[in-house]
């Protein structure tokens, strides 16, 4: 045992060690000493998947469950597996659209929707806020194991220290910066700190339990043996144990894509794609490392007599038991960097994606004239401070009940939500953004009600007859039997069925519904920039400078200054003018104007994401009519030089408040896509020109080949005449 003191001393250094380590690493990389750019330092951080429902949690599932701990891992490497085909295009979308998050990319896949990233934000708040409580009640519960203090005293205590100081580690190294697709390397320093501390930890007291309190494997399989305990090492327990791992690896699978903290660290803090490559064999040997002690070490806590219900507490009672405050220490910062890692990533992810998809429309619908510009990254701080006290709140009010333990699967089973519209949306260009609201919208409203609703009746917050005859007597809406269904867990039935309606709807609203020309154009780019090709730019071509630059810089140092800070954008519009060249100007062409907004638009994407900007540039960017007049005029021009057949845009009327912007944004598109046709067209040409040379040397091979054909037949015909000759 341990002082609650000594505990907390104990919390305070590690903490210390790590924003020491953070901030020489931010040193070393402001003055240009070092980079930070290793493989090893990424694949490293994708290790932040194992939280402390991993460190402790893998050894309570395996006392009911055995073996079957591992099918949420053995997912989570099948999907590493595909890193190289999946992860590596998210990367391109990212450094093409400048993306933020999980949220940012599905929007961006569907036209910019911003009601599809407002959904894919609330999915991931709901989802994930209750799995942030169960990490600080792993840390609370820890501390009282170790210190034999009170739980009450635990919360006022370590819950609430634990708290303000992931507050603060958040803020100061993962939410100081506007602009979150800025890599944040001191963060990830102390991550990979938090991975290897983890990794080590558990290996150490798996080598302790088996190799100190017993005599090796064998001596733990004998003794498993002798006390019927040899279901740990069984692949099947149960009747539907086959259904439940597929269950399990399908989980294990879209977590690795689709959870925000996931797509961050594997995504957004990418450097360099040729580090996904490291990822094939690290993960894999990371995650069989972690867990092979887990059976072992759930074997010895039941064999050493401690009770299967506290197995998630067995890493750190089996070291009380053998009275080795060592052990014990290092079990408990083992657990907290696993628990913390995931708080500090999953927090800053769900801040950028609450301020960019749900503060910042509601702000830009509900006050337009309100400036935020001065304040953004306070929003994105106390968001930070709101989405930590709220899982503090709900880990003090759910405490021990039935909500905390079921919650890591219920969480993974809520993201998992997401697969239809960001997995298949990647690969099959028909899906669009009225299939994917469905999709996400009715995926997520099944999971509720079949995993949340019988958790709430667990938990005594509604009436009992739900699990018994179903709500309102209606025996097929029963959460755990949908549609009469019966045989299956609640976790395994909740999958299939919010994957059947997520995919149906998914699939059937984009073959009915057609999208908008402007949703094919940025599909298509999309999945072009997916699948490596590069995203054209349209460049000045000098038309007739009447433009007066003045006005329109104003213009955007107005939007501007709604969203990032004032002292910036001076700087900020500064520099787009000298990579554009037109500082000193006083008017400008429609092109240069086309290519400053493009510009505006990929700058505000950095910082309030591409769906938002996207927005902000419509309500905030207007066209006169003659600017308007001759972006369709030019529209018209560069279709009907480049494809003939395509429809002419309508010449006659002013644009309505943000039409202007919308009708940049489709010449824009429309000049890629048939850039895009014309070198399709091309390369036909070069196989149709390619396979009219190879018809044509068959042709001259076929002519050589008759000619050498008459001549042997001349000079035969001569010999037989020659002989006929010399006979007669």
């Given at each position: 045992m ?5 505990a ?6 590690y ?7 953070a ?6 990389i402001s003055s240009?000493?070092s980079?930070?750019?290793?493989s090893w ?10 939280t402390?429902?991993?460190f ?7 006392v ?13 490497m099948?999907?590493?597996?595909f ?8 990367v ?10 999980i ?15 407002a ?9 994930l806020?209750?799995?942030?409580a ?8 820890a ?6 203090t009170?739980g ?14 992931m507050i603060?580690?958040t ?12 890599r ?5 320093s102390a991550l990979?700190?938090?991975c ?5 930890a ?6 302790f ?10 001596d ?9 305990l040899?279901?740990?090492?069984q ?6 144990s ?5 269950t399990l690896?399908a989980?294990?699978f ?14 957004v803090?990418?450097g360099n ?21 887990v059976?072992?070490?759930t ?9 299967g219900e ?5 890493m ?10 060592s ?11 696993a628990?913390?890692g ?5 927090t800053?992810?769900l801040?950028?994606?609450a301020?960019?998809h749900l503060i910042l429309p509601?702000?830009?619908i ?5 400036g ?24 003090r009010?759910?405490g021990?009940s ?5 919650i ?6 809520a993201v998992l939500q ?12 028909h ?15 099944i999971?509720?009600y ?13 009436p ?15 959460p ?8 299956m ?12 309606f997520?995919?149906s ?9 057609r ?7 940025l ?5 072009t ?6 995203r054209p730019?349209?460049?000045?071509t000098?038309l007739?400078n ?14 501007l200054?709604?969203y990032?800070?004032?002292?910036k954008?001076?700087?900020l ?13 006083e ?8 290519e ?23 309500d905030?960017?207007h ?17 009907c ?9 309508p010449?006659s ?7 202007g912007?919308d009708?940049?944004?489709e010449l824009?598109?429309t ?23 190879n ?19 001349e ?14």
């Amino acid at each position: 045992m341990f002082s609650p003191v000594t505990a907390l001393l104990a919390v305070l250094i590690y903490m210390g060690i790590l924003f020491a380590l953070a901030q020489w690493v931010e040193k070393r990389i402001s003055s240009g000493r070092s980079r930070f750019s290793s493989s090893w330092i990424y694949a490293l951080s994708q290790a932040v998947f194992f939280t402390s429902w991993t460190f402790y949690g893998s050894v309570g599932f395996a006392v009911e469950k055995g073996l079957q701990f591992f099918g949420i891992y053995v997912g989570a490497m099948l999907g590493m597996a595909f890193s190289g085909v999946i992860l590596k295009r998210m990367v391109r979308a990212k450094e093409a659209f400048h993306i933020t998050s999980i949220a940012d990319f599905i929007a961006t896949r569907y036209n910019h929707s911003q009601r599809i990233a407002a959904l894919v934000t609330l999915i991931a708040l709901l989802g994930l806020l209750p799995y942030l409580a169960l990490q600080l009640t792993a840390i609370v519960n820890a501390f009282a194991v170790i210190s034999g203090t009170p739980g009450q005293h635990d919360w006022n205590l370590t819950g609430t220290l634990v708290t303000l100081v992931m507050i603060l580690f958040t803020i100061i190294f993962g939410v100081r910066r506007l602009d979150p697709t800025e890599r944040h390397q001191g963060m990830i320093s102390a991550l990979v700190a938090e991975c290897i501390v983890k990794l080590v930890a558990f290996l150490i007291l798996g080598f302790f339990t088996t190799y100190t309190l017993f005599d090796g494997p064998a001596d733990l399989l004998a003794r498993m043996r002798d006390r019927d305990l040899l279901y740990l090492l069984q692949l099947h327990n149960g009747a539907n144990s086959g259904v439940e791992w597929l269950t399990l690896i399908a989980l294990g699978f879209g977590a690795i894509f689709c959870l925000p903290r996931q797509f961050h660290v594997g995504v957004v803090e990418n450097g360099n794609r040729k580090h996904i490559r490291q990822l094939f064999w690290t993960f894999p040997l990371y995650t069989i490392l972690i867990s092979l002690f887990v059976i072992p070490i759930t074997a010895a806590g039941l064999l050493l007599g401690l009770p299967g219900e506290r197995g998630d507490q067995f890493m750190l009672l089996i070291p009380q038991i053998a009275n080795s405050p060592s052990m014990t220490l290092l079990s408990f910062l083992g657990g907290f960097a696993a628990a913390t890692g995931m708080l500090l990533i999953t927090t800053m992810t769900l801040a950028t994606m609450a301020s960019n998809h749900l503060i910042l429309p509601f702000c830009r619908i509900a006050l337009p004239s309100l400036g935020i510009g001065g304040w953004l990254l306070q929003l994105r701080w106390t968001l930070v401070a709101l989405i930590l006290a709220s899982g503090y709140l709900m880990a003090r009010i759910l405490g021990e009940s039935y909500v905390l333990v079921s919650i890591g699967l219920i969480s993974f089973a809520a993201v998992l939500q997401f697969a239809p519209a960001l997995l298949l949306g990647m690969f099959w260009r028909h899906g669009n953004s009225t299939g994917a609201l469905l999709g996400l919208g009715s995926g997520f409203l099944i999971w509720a009600y079949t995993l949340v609703i019988p958790a709430w009746v667990q938990q005594g917050w509604l009436p009992a007859h739900w699990l018994q005859n179903g709500p309102f007597g209606i025996g097929w809406l029963h959460p755990e039997q949908l549609f009469g269904i019966a045989g299956m867990s609640p976790l395994t039935h909740s999958v299939f069925w919010s994957l059947i309606f997520n995919s149906s709807f998914y699939i059937l609203a984009s073959l009915l519904f057609r999208p908008s020309k402007s949703e094919r154009s940025l599909t298509r780019e999309m999945l072009t920039c997916l699948r490596g090709g590069a995203r054209p730019r349209a460049g000045a071509t000098g038309l007739n400078n009447y433009i007066e630059l003045k006005p329109k810089l104003s213009e955007a140092e107005t939007v501007l200054r709604k969203y990032l800070h004032p002292e910036k954008v001076s700087a900020l519009l500064g520099q787009m003018g000298d990579d554009l060249q037109i500082s000193g100007k006083e008017r400008i062409t429609i092109i240069e104007l086309m290519e400053l907004h493009r510009m505006l638009e990929h700058l505000l994407a950095g910082s309030i994401g591409a769906a938002a900007a996207h927005a902000a540039m419509s309500d905030g960017i207007h066209y006169s009519e003659r600017e308007s007049s001759d972006l369709k005029a030019l529209y018209s021009h560069l279709i009907c030089e480049l494809n003939p057949q395509v429809e002419k845009p309508p010449q006659s009327g002013a644009p309505q408040n943000g039409a202007g912007y919308d009708l940049l944004v489709e010449l824009q598109q429309t000049i890629e896509e048939l850039k895009r046709r014309s070198a399709e067209q091309q390369q036909l040409i070069d196989k149709l020109e390619a396979r009219a040379e190879n018809q044509y040397q068959q042709i001259f091979d076929l002519r050589m080949d008759a000619q050498r054909l008459r001549t042997e037949n001349e000079q035969l015909r001569s010999r037989l005449l020659d002989t006929e000759s010399d006979q007669a």
